[in-house]
């Protein structure tokens, strides 16, 4: 029987030390933001994902966004070397997770470094954006790694946010929620594009789930338009975790067995 699983790691308690790229610091509240990802958690396992809840790591402030640290794709799975250097020592606890459902799995190798939020997967096509988390070396080591297997890469710059998908994301059925200010949208040319509404840049951060989607509350006006194309919306409140530059993908590794 086939399992979707959502690999996540509890929230640090050093998360207020966290990377910060586009937003400027401020306190995060460490008990409010265990409850949000306890919310999180809680929303997968009703999506139908069996959970697996790594530890906190007291020493490493971003483990939570495990997102980053990993590809899983049916075949193999990519361990990432991030871009920040506070985060690489976050693939080891990954590694050994993956390894419990991946018979085959590659590292990125020094000078390339990728982050896994740079990394949006539809169907046989990885489109990889090129961040300051993400550079060509890193890309072209994940290249060599799937392109066995019949994967397509396809680079995107991406400019004015973190990773690639805090600029856009899988719907499902050939749909891609988009900000076209951050990437150039034409690189997404044959999928249906869903645009964020103006007023929120940061609205295109969706995990979808069969049908679903988990999204964060802090985007109504998005929301509703997502809403009336007939998407069921699970809606949660993601604001300590957004504090820290995370969303919704980042939170966990999902993947089939
Ligand atoms: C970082 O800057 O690395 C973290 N504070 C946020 C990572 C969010 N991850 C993601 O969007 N995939």
């Excluded at 995060?28 to 306890?38: F, N, P, S, T």
């Excluded at 999506?47 to 939570?64: F, T, W, Y």
């Excluded at 994940?142 to 990773?163: A, D, M, N, T």
Aim: aromatic fraction near 6%; hydrophobic fraction near 40%; proline fraction near 5%.
């Amino acid at each position: 029987m086939q399992h979707r699983i959502a690999i996540t790691r509890a929230v640090s308690p050093a998360i207020d030390r966290c990377e910060l790229t586009h937003l400027a610091r401020s306190p995060i509240d460490v008990e409010r933001a265990v409850g949000q990802h306890e919310g999180y958690i809680r929303c997968l396992r009703v999506l139908g994902c069996v959970v697996v809840q790594l530890p906190a790591e007291p020493q490493l402030p971003d483990s939570v966004f495990v997102e980053d640290t990993a590809i899983v794709l049916d075949e193999l799975a990519v361990i990432c070397r991030p871009g920040a250097e506070s985060r690489r020592s976050e693939t080891a606890a990954v590694r050994a997770a993956v390894a419990q459902y991946r018979a085959e799995i590659r590292t990125i190798e020094s000078p390339g470094t990728l982050d896994g939020g740079d990394c949006l997967v539809i169907g046989r096509t990885l489109f990889v954006g090129i961040s300051t988390r993400t550079n060509p070396e890193g890309t072209s080591q994940l290249e060599s790694y799937v392109e066995p297997f019949g994967y397509k890469i396809r680079q995107v710059l991406v400019e004015g946010c973190l990773h690639l998908k805090s600029a856009v994301t899988y719907l499902g059925n050939e749909s891609v929620l988009i900000n076209p200010e951050w990437v150039d949208a034409s690189k997404f040319e044959g999928l249906h594009q869903v645009s964020v509404v103006g007023s929120e840049p940061a609205a295109a951060n969706a995990l979808a789930v069969e049908g679903n989607v988990v999204y964060s509350d802090s985007y109504p006006a998005t929301r509703q338009l997502l809403e009336k194309r007939g998407y069921e919306m699970h809606t949660l409140d993601m604001s300590e975790l957004e504090k820290a530059e995370g969303g919704v993908t980042c939170g966990c590794l999902m993947f089939e067995t």
